[in-house]
């Protein structure tokens, strides 16, 4: 992504919403802007924590790992977004791992530079927390999600908000412009490929 449109996506990013031109600026200098291909790996589990994650183009899918490598999706990200909040605030490791679904473009700021930026801007700091609350809100739904309802209504689910982030017009409906297998579906879900299966029958 060229210099001036990571500049325009910074300034129509909503962390960056009421800052002086001044913060914009130590933001964009003190980045490091990063471009990922569909099916990298931004973030692993137990990878320290060095860096608050703007999203600036693209989408981004988060979810969890056991330890035999089974991964559950428990949030999709379409920019702008952000996350690496939390663990940059509390030293400790990301507990979440972040795949590019599309292609997609970062700006990562350096955890010294994210906390001088909160300490000396009320308004940004409120940003961050905003942001914040929305993602614990959405995740907590999930989590109600993968305790009571049934792989049905998990799928459904799932594909509504593929169909919000994805979705294009097409004749007769709207069509989901990346790729699905029964098998990722599964994945995403933790749940079994036939199960899935038999769902979508």
Request: glycine content about 8%; hydrophobic content about 50%.
């Amino acid at each position: 992504m060229r210099a001036a449109e990571v500049q325009r996506r910074l300034a129509e990013h909503p962390l960056l919403a009421g800052l002086s031109d001044e913060a914009k600026g130590v933001i964009r200098q003190a980045g490091h802007v990063a471009s990922f291909k569909p099916g990298d790996k931004l973030l692993r589990e137990g990878q320290t924590a060095s860096w608050f994650w703007l999203l600036l183009s693209g989408t981004v899918k988060v979810g969890y790992s056991s330890p035999d490598g089974a991964e559950v999706m428990v949030k999709v990200f379409a920019a702008p977004a952000a996350w690496g909040e939390i663990e940059v605030l509390t030293g400790h490791e990301h507990i979440e791992n972040v795949v590019a679904v599309d292609r997609c473009t970062t700006l990562q700021l350096p955890t010294l530079a994210f906390e001088r930026l909160m300490d000396a801007h009320q308004r940004f700091m409120k940003n961050v927390l905003h942001d914040t609350c929305a993602r614990f809100f959405i995740a907590a739904q999930n989590e109600r999600a993968l305790a009571f309802l049934s792989v049905p209504q998990r799928l459904a689910n799932l594909l509504l908000s593929f169909l919000r982030i994805y979705g294009v017009p097409v004749e007769g409906g709207v069509a989901i412009r990346v790729r699905l297998t029964q098998a990722g579906l599964a994945a995403d879900l933790g749940a079994a490929k036939k199960s899935v299966t038999r769902t979508l029958a």
